[in-house]
Nanobody, 120 residues
């Protein structure tokens, strides 16, 4: 399984960005896709996860500002990030796994990271 993420960049605080991640390869068993992020000097944390059936989990601190969605035909997951804050600055990683719980605990597949930088 290959995960190709895009959409990162530099944005001012209060702005918005949308990340995209397309899955390819042996994806027939992949049910859950999502995003993690890692800020400088910190551990990687779950941002959000979504299943092919539409079940969604968010990190509690991000509810209301971030929205995850998925196009099952395109095998693509999106992360709409609104009202961005400086503390959202991180490398964002696309992830995939067999179940929602897998992705929350230890995703089977990781894409390359995409940098999101929020300036004050």
């Amino acid at each position: 399984v290959q995960l190709q993420a895009s959409g990162g960049g530099l944005v001012q605080a209060g702005g918005s960005l949308r990340l995209s991640c397309a899955a390819s390869g042996s994806i027939f068993a992949i049910n859950a896709m999502g995003w993690y992020r890692q800020a400088p000097g910190k551990q990687r944390d779950l941002v959000a996860v979504i299943t092919s059936g539409g079940s969604i989990n968010y990190a509690d601190s991000l509810k209301g500002r971030f929205t995850i969605s998925r196009d099952n035909v395109k095998n693509t997951v999106y992360l709409q990030m609104n009202n961005l804050k400086v503390e959202d600055t991180a490398v964002y990683y696309c992830v995939a796994g067999f179940t929602l719980l897998d992705v929350k605990r230890r995703p089977e597949y990781w894409g390359q990271g995409t940098q999101v930088t929020v300036s004050s």
